[in-house]
């Protein structure tokens, strides 16, 4: 009944106080573009228009009933369907009056409960796909040189840390399942191998796909922003050399205190903002953290191959010199 445990006790409540994260940091996405204008004014009403009907989706019924017409199907034939886990499906070969009232309750009420939220994540990750899709078709107003280094949609990445609790959630239901093969005897400790390889694309695809939609544009912002500058810096160096260096045309300036070599350095740091865009707004830090959600649920499962008193008893030995 590991896994039981786990939906029931870790990954319901992790379905909901992700819910709660994650919708402020939405809206509070879309007020970033507005407020710095990378959304501009004449695209508001698009905006607008795709906001409202995104939350009309949201808000509808139809497709919760359909996500709980799919987990009550999933339910009734999840015997035939050879799901991961002891806990995944009703043993068929056992009476129904030889299961406790407990046990019913859970394969009745909690588990299509389970799998009701887990179309419901599905749905809504949909819609924040098809709603950055959408934005990314607006006609945006993305600077080269921003600082975040993603022409100005850099709090994007913010929003999809936020989904680390739903990857920590995943994998959390993926090691209980195992767990329940490997200690029943029905599966060995090597299958997690691939299987936590599979997990970790699965949960590196759900959090880095959705900000991707912008890498066309992003990719054209840096072409344009390079060629842009480029042509700008070899004005500004033509004439930085002419003023200074050029013996026939000495400055009558005083080089001690001048500005012109910290607008050259300047220059050259947007250049270089430029050259380090990012074709989607995601960094390092991002997918670390997501490698540690999706990993770390995984990591009791080592117990199975490597128990721990062994790993002490050896330890202690390895130091005491035995």
Not at 186 to 204: C, G, M, Q, R, W
Not at 217 to 231: A, H, N, P, T
Request: charged content about 15%; glycine content about 4%.
């Amino acid at each position: 009944m590991i896994a039981a445990h786990v939906r029931l006790l870790l990954v319901i409540p992790l379905f909901f106080l992700c819910e709660s994260s994650l919708d402020p940091q939405m809206r509070a996405f879309v007020g970033t573009i507005v407020r710095s204008r990378v959304v501009p004014e004449k695209a508001l009403p698009a905006l607008d228009s795709e906001i409202a009907r995104i939350a009309r989706w949201k808000n509808s019924w139809l497709p919760e009933a359909i996500c709980l017409l799919a987990a009550v199907l999933v339910s009734l034939f999840a015997a035939g369907l050879r799901l991961s886990g002891k806990t995944a499906a009703l043993d068929p070969s056992r009476a129904i009056t030889d299961v406790p009232l407990g046990a019913l309750w859970y394969w009745i009420v909690c588990l299509p409960l389970f799998r009701f939220l887990m179309f419901r994540w599905i749905w809504r990750i949909a819609l924040w796909c098809f709603f950055l899709w959408r934005v990314a078709k607006l006609e945006l107003r993305l600077v080269p040189t921003h600082p975040d280094c993603a022409a100005g949609l850099g709090y994007l990445e913010v929003v999809q840390t936020h989904f680390a609790l739903l990857v920590l959630a995943i994998s959390m239901v993926v090691s209980a399942s195992f767990a329940e093969e490997i200690s029943s005897g029905k599966s060995v400790f090597e299958v997690i191998y691939p299987a936590l390889a599979l997990t970790l694309i699965v949960d590196l695809a759900l959090v880095l796909g959705p900000p991707s939609v912008f890498a066309f544009k992003l990719r054209v912002c840096q072409e344009k922003g390079l060629s842009d500058y480029m042509i700008f810096a070899a004005r500004y160096v033509t004439d930085f050399e002419k003023k200074w260096l050029d013996p026939a045309a000495p400055s009558k300036q005083p080089l001690l205190g001048t500005s012109d070599l910290q607008s050259l350095a300047d220059l050259s740091n947007s250049v270089g903002i430029i050259r380090n865009m990012r074709w989607a707004p995601v960094s390092m830090r991002l997918v670390i953290a997501i490698v540690i959600a999706a990993l770390l649920p995984m990591l009791p499962l080592f117990l199975y191959k490597y128990p721990i008193a062994e790993l002490v008893e050896k330890l202690v030995k390895k130091l005491a010199g035995l």
